[in-house]
Each structure stands twice: as structure tokens, then as C-alpha cells.
């Protein structure tokens, strides 16, 4: 597979346990999902960058009733999980499981905590997929 910036190649990316941003060379630019074009200054001179993997988290939901993948890893109105967006370090903001809260008791939770990044494998062989989390610290 070529390194089109592309989901399919950032979802490749995170299958090797890397998160990677599409950086424009020209003003700097970073986006996640990757762009093969510059939103701001319309280059295509784009190039992958690996995120740090710092994050804190900027919103959040305790999701009790989810789709039918998430069913199946045991979650539900007695067992919700935590949905949120992160920002990274980096600046760029990005959806991802989190980790490592009480989001049975979503008060707990609090905007701006730190967090690391977790890979998540889930399912087996052509099914198996990488989901992205980060975790608090
Ligand atoms: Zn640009």
C-alpha cells in the first residue's frame, strides 16, 4: 500500500501502533484525519508526522446504549464507556476511546486531564482492527 494520505493509510498507520498527522511543508498545517491537499494554503506538499501521543482531554460522553461492536466487548447501560475528543499536543484535535475514567460516574471526569495514547486491538484476523484511546496518566 502506498502512503496516500488517505484514512486507509492513517488506519494502516495506527494498525503499527503509530499516530500519524498529515503535515503541510508549506505553512505548517496539521490534519488528522490526513488531507491531501492544504485546507489553508492549497499545497499539496504534504508529509506524515508522528504525533507524540500527549494529549488532554478537551469533551467527552459516557455512551450507555453503543453500536453493536461495542455490545459485543461488553458494554452497555450497566457497564457504559467513555467517547471523547482529545487535543493533542500537537494542537489538533481527534476522537478517540478513553481509558481509565469512571464513566459510570461522568461528574469524575474533567476537561483538560492528561493523557497518554493506547492502541486497542479488537476482533480476529481480517476482522482484527486498531481503535485509537488514550488513557489517563
Ligand atoms: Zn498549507
Request: glycine share 8%; net charge neutral.
Amino acid at each position: 500500500m502506498s502512503n496516500e494520505f488517505t484514512s486507509a493509510t492513517f488506519n494502516k498507520f495506527l494498525g503499527e501502533h503509530k499516530l500519524m498527522g498529515a503535515r503541510c511543508t508549506k505553512c505548517g498545517g496539521l490534519y488528522l484525519p490526513p488531507r491531501a491537499i492544504c485546507p489553508h494554503c492549497y499545497s499539496d506538499q504534504i508529509e506524515w508526522i508522528e504525533m507524540s501521543g500527549k494529549a488532554t482531554l478537551a469533551a467527552f460522553a459516557a455512551v450507555f446504549i453503543g453500536p453493536s461492536t461495542l455490545q459485543a466487548e461488553g458494554y452497555d447501560r450497566n457497564n457504559p464507556y467513555c467517547a471523547g475528543i482529545v487535543e493533542l499536543d500537537e494542537g489538533v484535535k481527534i476522537s478517540a476511546r478513553i481509558l481509565g475514567v469512571d464513566a459510570k460516574n461522568p461528574a469524575s471526569i474533567a476537561i483538560g486531564t492528561p493523557l497518554t495514547i493506547e492502541f486497542m486491538e479488537r476482533g480476529v484476523a481480517e476482522q482484527q482492527k486498531t481503535v485509537l484511546a488514550f488513557k489517563t496518566i
